[in-house]
């Protein structure tokens, strides 16, 4: 297993150039199922949850070729609808298959994926929509059986008490496009990768209004044809980046990022005084104006508000800007791994219910710290670069989950940073 050590303290200048995202990809391969024509997805990211749902394809039949970086074709003539526990477990995402199978083979039969280290990751509301639709929804076995033999369009409220879900929204989309009807999906999930696949579906025929918005309407019809789509540019990974320019007091630029899908976060970063200014279309500067530091409150929300997938790396930056800042999670209450690991290398932050209290303005110093989740790993990293000393990180299998050759591009913005085999750490650090 792989560790990233990190020497901290250079500031970080350059440019970076954003990958396809992650969180548009996986449900855009799983929707290719809906076809038995070929659909090609471009600007497709290098990760490891990637190359892990094109082996979910498959194992449902798909034949799946990569013919060039970044590019994927898959063609789903036959297919079969049970998707066992040893795929889901490895990745929860897989769930947005449901909606796929649904859609074309109007049965599914899908392990449970359970909770993972964020905090629970119910379905409840998947399979409340896919009820709405006259779909018959069973349990056995840790599995659930969708029947959507007699599904027919109907009202689906998708809200829930932390908001919109984004691949409940997903899987009722997939299954929707393809059910006789009119399916009107209110509170819908509005973030950037929806209005994404939507486009992508209406490439393949779907007939979807409201894309973007939190009310969707999905006239069905009776078959989809392939398509060829462009993966929207990853918000999160823009971001992360960001952060790294900024935390580290240096000069960094992201190109190819889409600024209004990063409005609630880059209104924080000017918020906390860091330097934002957009140089292009698609690009977007920092500059970390280190004595303009100013602390500030976060709460994530569903999009447009502030994203909990920046969450962890954002309080990161806190630590280090004094006075308090307050993060509430109102996406996952418990979404705080990664603060056990901040306070190791000296981040004063304190816990209390959904809320992180950040005494800021303490200096981080390096350590050995454990990742525990994916962005996690790129808070952690981001720490890292800011402490004084040495930081390694370890479990960095997670970073690669959603960040394509984080440690190399940090590397080319002047980071003192390397992926190293886990017997290059000193023997006291390393996990048994
Ligand atoms: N929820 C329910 N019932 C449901 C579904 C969700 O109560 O049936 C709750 C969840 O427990 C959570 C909230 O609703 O509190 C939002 O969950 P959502 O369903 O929107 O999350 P998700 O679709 O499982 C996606 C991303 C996550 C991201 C969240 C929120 C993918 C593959 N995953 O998860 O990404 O944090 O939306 O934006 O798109 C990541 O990339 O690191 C990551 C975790």
Known sequence: MDVVRIQGGRELSGTVTISGAKNASL?????????????TLRNVPDLSDVRFMVEILRHHGATVENPAPGVWQVTAREIQPRTPYELVRKMRASICLVGALVGRLRTADIAL?????????PIDLHLKGLARLGCEVSHKNGCVIVDAAKARGGYVFMGGRHGSTVTGTVNLL????????VTRIDSAACEPEIENLCQMLRTMGARIDGAGSPVLTVTGVTQLHGCEHTVLPDRIEAGTYLLAGAITGGDVTVNGAVTEHLGAFLDKLDEAGV????????????????????????????HPGFATDLQAQFSALLALIPGISLITERIYPNRFMHVPELQRMGADIAIEGATAIVKGGAPLTGAPVMASDLRASAALILAGLAASGETWVQRIYHLDRGYEQFDKRLASLNAGIERLPASAMPKDYREE
């Open 275 to 302: 330097a934002v200014e957009h140089t292009g279309a698609k690009a977007i500067r920092v500059r970390g104006n280190r004595g303009h530091w100013r602390p500030v409150d976060i709460i994530t929300l569903p």
């Open 27 to 39: 449900p855009m391969l799983a929707a290719t199922l809906l076809t038995r024509e070929t659909c």
């Open 113 to 121: 994926p359970g909770g993972c280290v964020i905090g629970p990751r």
């Open 174 to 181: 997939m299954a929707a496009v393809l059910t006789p009807g």
